[in-house]
């Protein structure tokens, strides 16, 4: 007759080690604050006693979820998704969980902030592409957790981002290179209170006329409605019947770029004998398009957020309000080319 064996627990695999109860949660959740000797003597500990840690034993004795939460608008675009694609597997890599809140509308990004589901439930919430009104900041702050946050710089806080000024100052530098002189920036027109990249990156255009002596033309700052919604054909009609017309069209994102290329396409419009586009991403299918982009490392940005935060939790950054800026690169390719010649 056997007796059934009790399950070990992480008190049975300290008392094996010879180390705190603290020090064997550390060293299962794979923090780097344990050194490679200790570490070598839990994990032997565990396996002797078939003893696998769960979030709820690592609650109770660390006080934490285990969890790391990202607030983002919406996992429809390209860079969103990207982005979270590179989280993923570093967190699981960390022995950490993805609680992804995702807010696509005013009503869900009120309520978001009204119950502040983040509480409790995770161990810091990830930030990404996502403007706050000061109000909003405030109740971020009443989480009690650390805040990291990614495709945005945010004074005072961890973040993680590109230079969106700079990239775009390079890019219309491109197309003046090139012999534009007329060049239109298009953007989306967000109604919903969700804030992108577009004022960093048409300041940087801007800049970009400037330093060439080209006045600014309201004119050719165009908003399209919506991230995918229609209005680019009509967009595309005021751009072209303007009294000169722009010979290159700067869009937003990739995203903007593809539907912009529709719509030229449709117009009977050739690209890059007509005019030239451009745009900004590097989306998966902008090398198939062939289109001239300003490519941002989307998924080294989300990899580079958890790092982030795993120092921020672990206390081994010195630095709560660091700042990581990683790089952009200008990727010429088929849709930019000289302006036609006048006749």
């Not at 060293?27 to 396996?47: C, I, K």
């Not at 982005?83 to 993923?88: H, V």
């Not at 403007?131 to 495709?151: I, Q």
């Not at 298009?186 to 004022?199: I, N, P, R, V, Y």
Request: no cysteine; aromatic share 4%.
């Amino acid at each position: 007759m056997s007796s059934a064996r009790s399950e070990a627990t992480m008190a049975d695999v300290a008392h094996r080690a010879g180390v705190s109860v603290s020090t064997v949660s550390r060293t299962l959740r794979g923090l780097s604050t344990v050194s490679e000797t200790t570490r070598a003597r839990v994990e032997a500990a565990a396996r002797e006693l078939s003893f696998a840690i769960t979030r709820s034993a690592s609650s109770l004795v660390t006080g934490r979820t285990g969890r790391v939460a990202v607030l983002m608008p919406h996992l429809e675009s390209w860079f969103l998704s990207a982005t979270l694609s590179g989280m993923a597997p570093a967190l699981r890599d960390a022995g950490l969980e993805l609680l992804v809140y995702s807010v696509t509308d005013v009503q869900e990004r009120a309520d978001f902030f009204d119950r502040l589901p983040a509480r409790r439930n995770a161990d810091a919430l990830l930030v990404v592409s996502f403007a706050l009104s000061p109000a909003e900041r405030a109740r971020l702050d009443d989480l009690g957790m650390p805040l990291v946050f990614v495709s945005q710089h945010a004074p005072g806080r961890p973040s993680v981002y590109v230079d969106d000024e700079e990239a775009a100052l390079r890019g219309t530098r491109h197309l003046l290179n090139l012999g534009h002189r007329r060049i239109a920036f298009l953007q989306t027109a967000d109604e919903t209170g969700f804030a992108w990249s577009s004022k960093n990156r048409l300041a940087g255009h801007l800049r970009a006329l400037t330093e060439a002596g080209i006045e600014h033309d309201d004119d050719l700052i165009m908003s399209v409605p919506g991230w995918k919604g229609s209005g680019m054909a009509a967009a595309v009609g005021r751009l072209l019947s303007l009294q000169t017309p722009p010979t290159a069209l700067f869009t937003e994102t990739d995203d903007l770029a593809f539907r912009l290329l529709a719509a030229l396409r449709e117009a009977n419009i050739p690209v890059p004998g007509r005019v030239s586009v451009m745009g900004f991403d590097d989306h998966v299918m902008s090398a198939l398009m062939g289109l001239t982009t300003l490519a941002q490392p989307a998924a080294e940005l989300g990899r580079t957020a958890v790092r982030l935060t795993r120092s921020v939790l672990d206390d081994t950054d010195g630095d709560p309000q660091r700042h990581i800026i990683l790089p952009t690169e200008l990727v010429p390719r088929r849709t930019t080319a000289p302006p036609p010649v006048e006749r």
